[in-house]
């Protein structure tokens, strides 16, 4: 039991760590995408980015499953062209928890854009620096704070993830078995025990990893 | 020299305006630009920066088009050959002093101009610092050097000093003055300061509703060297302030202020802004020196 116990937990973390790896290439550039657009369709683009913020967690997985499963053309198309099955696999799990935790990413990686002053930016580019250049060595470092909280809460919130993996993850133990569906699982069964040791070992990395961010940034803001 | 000739529609406080500008500047000039807050001074600026695109308009700066609207040539700001200051410095927060001018390096450029630069503007005491922990004045200094580093040939100040006080404000526009004829710059300063406007630059021009007015020359100071240490200054009025049975009027003078006393009835028709000759009976003069 004990080791199931040890196996879930590193499923968890692992799960959370590849997704926020992939979140950082994926939602810095979307965030700085959206924080320099100008386009109509802005408002849009927000919006489906922040769509599981609000919906259901079951109604992304549905789909999701949907999208994924042999049946559908995207799923026989994936496993033909790729090999890959996201359906009750590892991988499917990654893929559904970066819709899942994109907004958490983007939204505070954006803001940290919108509100660094415009004048680093153009000051940069008077200096004769490309935008890449400019991004890299200007925006990225004076907006540490933002990309802190945006990974940190990416992460956290990939732990705290069930409705979505349950669709698309089932349940099985060493593949797609997280914390967080093992404490239902456990008291379905009446296995009060282990359920309370799984949701004690999560509200401890709760606590002390917000309490880490807050303190970080508490720092950073008096540094800067 | 550079030709400018620019179009564009602006949103002011006062309502929609156009800005239309016709300007040639000569090398090596100081040119300064005034008008009032929303005239589209700083508008001016970010155009020729290349920071903000006209409807129509041309820019030839020596023998290169920077902009030609017509044949949709607009060259980037990284391509132009500006130094820009910026009137809130816009200093990179996560670089010390040296860090902020060696980061406006170029490709292989010798790295002499820093050491160069940090001494013109005596910033080596202050190298290692972050922006954070400068005041004002020491920032403005560094975002001067910064904005030389890679040598440009036209320097840009957009109301560099309004955030300074007096004795700062002297301070820095000595070493604005002290670049501009060091690296044979053609500068351009925006600046609502008449003071300021008539101490540093060679020419002024003054924007009014996004229009050129006409260009505003120093008013001449000594109007008549009169006979027997008689005569007569000009200034502008700042203000007018009773004191007891007489008024104070404050008076620019070149860039001087001077209070003088003055008899209620002699500034019954004065107020601020308005012109007014100051004339002395000196009696006996002596020269000081």
Same mark, same amino acid.
């Given at each position: 039991m004990a080791q199931e116990f040890w196996q879930t937990l590193w499923l968890t973390f692992r799960l959370a760590a590849v997704t926020t790896l992939l979140l950082i290439l994926i939602g810095i550039p979307i965030a700085y995408g959206i924080s320099r657009s100008r386009s109509r369709f802005k408002p849009l683009l927000e919006a489906l980015i922040s769509m599981p913020l609000v919906l259901p967690p079951t109604v992304l997985g549905f789909y999701l499953l949907l999208a994924f499963s042999p049946g559908s053309w995207l799923g026989a198309w994936l496993e033909q062209a790729f090999?890959?099955?996201?359906?009750?696999t590892f991988a499917g799990l990654v893929v559904g928890s970066i819709f899942y935790s994109l907004p958490f990413m983007v939204q505070p990686v954006q803001s940290g854009f919108e509100n660094l002053p415009p004048n680093l930016v153009e000051a940069s580019y008077t200096l004769g620096k490309s935008r890449m250049e400019t991004l890299l060595r200007v925006q990225l470092p004076n907006i540490k704070p933002s990309l802190l909280t945006g990974i940190v809460l990416a992460f956290a919130h990939t732990v705290g993830e069930f409705g979505v993996i349950l669709m698309i993850?089932?349940?099985?133990?060493?593949?797609?078995?997280?914390a967080s569906i093992a404490i239902y699982d456990e008291v379905e069964a009446l296995h009060y025990g282990l359920a309370n040791q799984y949701a004690l070992v999560l509200i401890a990395f709760a606590f002390s990893i917000l309490a880490m961010v807050y303190a970080i940034n508490r720092r950073m803001l008096r540094a800067g | 020299m550079i030709e400018i000739k620019l179009k564009k529609a602006l949103h002011a406080a006062s309502g929609p305006m156009e800005l239309a500008v016709q300007l040639e500047i000569a090398p090596g000039e100081f040119l300064a630009i005034t008008g009032p #807050?929303? #005239?589209g001074k700083t508008t001016l600026l970010r155009l020729i920066a290349g920071l903000a695109q006209p409807e129509e308009g041309y820019i030839k700066f020596e023998e290169r088009v920077w902009l030609d609207t017509a044949k949709k040539i607009a060259l980037r700001p990284q391509e132009r050959n500006i130094g820009l200051v910026f009137q809130d410095y816009a200093l990179f927060p996560n670089m010390t002093v040296r860090q902020n001018l060696e980061? &406006? +390096?170029?490709?292989?450029?010798?790295?002499k101009i820093i050491d160069e630069l940090i001494e013109i503007t005596e910033l080596k005491e202050l190298e290692k610092r972050y922006p954070a922990r400068l005041s004002g004045g020491q920032q403005q200094r560094v975002a001067l050097a910064r904005s030389l580093v890679r040598q440009p040939r036209i320097l840009l100040l957009d109301?560099? +000093? #309004? &955030? +300074?006080?007096t004795g700062m404000r002297a301070k820095l526009q000595h070493y604005i003055l002290r670049v501009h004829e060091a690296y044979q710059l053609t500068t351009i300063l925006v600046s609502h300061d008449q003071r300021e406007v008539f101490k540093l630059s060679s020419r002024i021009i003054a924007l009014h509703h996004g229009r050129i007015s006409q260009p505003a020359l120093p008013p001449p100071m000594l109007l008549s060297n009169g006979h027997n240490g008689d005569f007569q200054l000009s200034g502008e009025v700042l203000d007018i302030e009773a004191q007891g049975d007489k008024n104070i009027v404050k008076v620019l003078i070149g860039a001087n202020m001077v209070r003088i006393e003055a008899l209620p009835e002699e500034t019954r028709h004065l107020q601020p802004g308005d012109t007014t000759t100051i004339r002395f009976d000196a009696g006996q003069s002596e020269l000081l020196r």
């Open positions: 090999g890959l099955k996201l359906v009750f993850g089932g349940n099985i133990p060493g593949q797609t078995r997280v | #807050s929303g #005239s980061y &406006a +390096l170029g490709k292989g450029q010798n790295r109301e560099p +000093l #309004s &955030a +300074l006080d």
